[in-house]
């Protein structure tokens, strides 16, 4: 059972970039997915969630109107697009997977979720 991050990088102020996260050795049907990013010196924190039904929840305010969420469950892969990003994007970031029953259910609590990525690295110059 493995979660991959990827699609990190290196790039500048207003730039875009779309993080993946694929899993092997379970079905992402059944779970749900947040996405959680940890800058230098900092606690990790949640940035975003989607539901098994595709819901979304965004957990940090700051990246709502840039970043967006898709999951595509024949390519057992969660997508998260960000937009014009901001130096203090910077973080690695990490997708997690949280089975859940409910289709609508998002958390933003990284105690309940169940497997986790290695994480991938963002840097966004100024």
């Known amino acids: 059972v493995q979660l991959q991050a990827s699609g990190g990088g290196l790039v500048r102020r207003g730039d875009s970039l779309r993080l993946s996260c694929t899993a092997s050795?379970?079905?992402?049907?059944?779970?749900?997915i947040g996405w959680f990013r940890q800058a230098p010196g900092m606690e990790r924190e949640g940035v975003i969630c989607i539901s098994r039904n595709s819901g979304t929840a965004y957990y940090a305010n700051s990246v709502k109107g840039r970043f967006t969420i898709s999951r595509d469950n024949s390519k057992n892969t969660v997508y998260l697009q960000m937009n014009n990003l901001k130096p203090e994007d910077t973080a690695v970031y990490y997708c997690?997977?949280?089975?859940?029953?409910?289709?609508?259910?998002?958390?933003?609590?990284?105690?309940?979720?169940?497997?986790w990525g290695r994480g991938t690295k963002v840097t966004v110059s100024s």
């Open positions: 997690a997977a949280e089975k859940t029953i409910l289709p609508y259910y998002c958390a933003g609590v990284e105690t309940n979720y169940e497997y």
């Open positions: 050795g379970f079905s992402m049907d059944n779970y749900l």
